[in-house]
């Protein structure tokens, strides 16, 4: 019964915010925003989804720094420093696999020169 009641709730509140062309954001930084932050922020975000914003501010110590931010139930990428290196981690590792699959050809190619006879080789 509880749950069926949460479950209206959050469909009203969705209806509202939809008839209301509101959109909620939920902000997740290392450090509490300031008030002229928190509201530079809600600006741009307004700007961004033409609607107006909720803005729901989160501290979490894994952030390493920069923000995370989740509007409308899409989280917009790449904002924070721990998404960042974790990018490049990403992209370094691809580029490592790549590097091994050249040296690998040319080893490949190395040998099937060497194998084959040269043209004054051959009578």
């Known amino acids: 019964m509880l749950r069926e009641y949460r479950d209206s709730c959050r469909q009203f509140k969705a209806r509202y915010n939809e008839d209301h062309n509101i959109a909620e954001a939920v902000v997740t930084t290392a450090v509490a925003l300031t008030e002229a932050q928190a509201q530079a922020l809600k600006e741009r975000l307004e700007k961004i989804s033409g609607k107006t914003v909720l803005l729901t501010q989160k501290t979490d110590s894994t952030v390493l720094g920069g923000i995370r931010v989740e509007l409308e139930g899409k989280q917009l990428d790449g904002l924070t420093v721990k998404e960042r290196l974790s990018s490049l981690k990403k992209k370094k590792t691809l580029r490592k696999s790549s590097y091994k699959g050249c040296e690998w050809n ?12 040269k043209p004054d080789q051959v009578l």
């Open 106 to 117: 040319a080893i490949k190619t190395r040998r099937n020169i060497q194998s084959h006879p």
